[in-house]
């Protein structure tokens, strides 16, 4: 068994997509894929690389993405020496080989070394989300590899210190999602993911069920970073006409969007 593991650059970007599940058949999946794409080559054009891809056998089974924190723009930070990891994913028919563990073992070897993310100087601290979603493991496995689950806010409270000596407190505001005055609905959605563009579309037939004429924009977390901040969000959220709907479980996620649709009509 032949392991690589290789920084993400614009030759094998298209490869790093196709780790995660992808179901490119559905327009709307490709179309994330695309907004994916043109996150993780804008972030390597200005920040370098902010993902790892392993080959196993030469064939691409697992990749990594992440960012210093304070590059994530609904962030607000002072730390200029913690790196996010937005997410972690090995193919299922490759996995308990050891494959997760090197991608991590790699980026904890690089960012133990002064490096190019960090403009030549130290990281000293892994954060990643602390929330739980259904169907997803992350939390679970990156807690078996050392990370420790802090008092912060639940979008970066899990975190793996790379110095002994290092504060393992955050300064980043608890997520408490403001409700607002507004006529319409707004999906804030991170591009970090594929699917993003799949639920969205998704989320859109489900409040047009109750409300067929209601105005929904779409916002990317990354352009639309000042009214997340304002907003008071540090990860997806819906706002319909001013009332944010968080992650939850799916059975009650798809109940509070079509309950506030139509309470708000
Ligand atoms: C988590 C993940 C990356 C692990 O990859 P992997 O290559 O299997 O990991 P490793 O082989 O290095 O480690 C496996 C060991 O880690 C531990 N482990 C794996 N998943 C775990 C979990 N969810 N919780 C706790 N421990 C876990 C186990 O001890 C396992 O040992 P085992 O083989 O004896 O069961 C992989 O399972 C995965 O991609 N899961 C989906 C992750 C996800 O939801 N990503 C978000 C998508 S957007």
Redesign the pocket.
Known sequence: MRVEIFDLCPENVDEILRV?PPKTSNENVKIGLEIRKDWLLDLYRTIGPCAKITYLNNKPV?MIQYTPLHKIPYFKTERRDVLYIH??????H???????????NSLINDMKKPNKLFEGKRCRMLATTARE?Q???????F???GFIKTDGNIDSSLVYSLLKTSSKNLDIPHSKPLSIQEDDVKIFFSP??H?CKYWNENIKAKIREVDPTIKIEECNLWVHSQEALRRGLTSFATYIRGRPVLPMNPQEFWEAIGRLTLETK
């Open positions: 995660c697992g997410c972690i994913y090995v193919k299922e490759v996995r308990s080989r050891g494959i997760g563990s090197a991608l991590l979603r169907g997803l493991t992350q939390v679970s496995y807690k078996s590899k970090t993911c699917m």
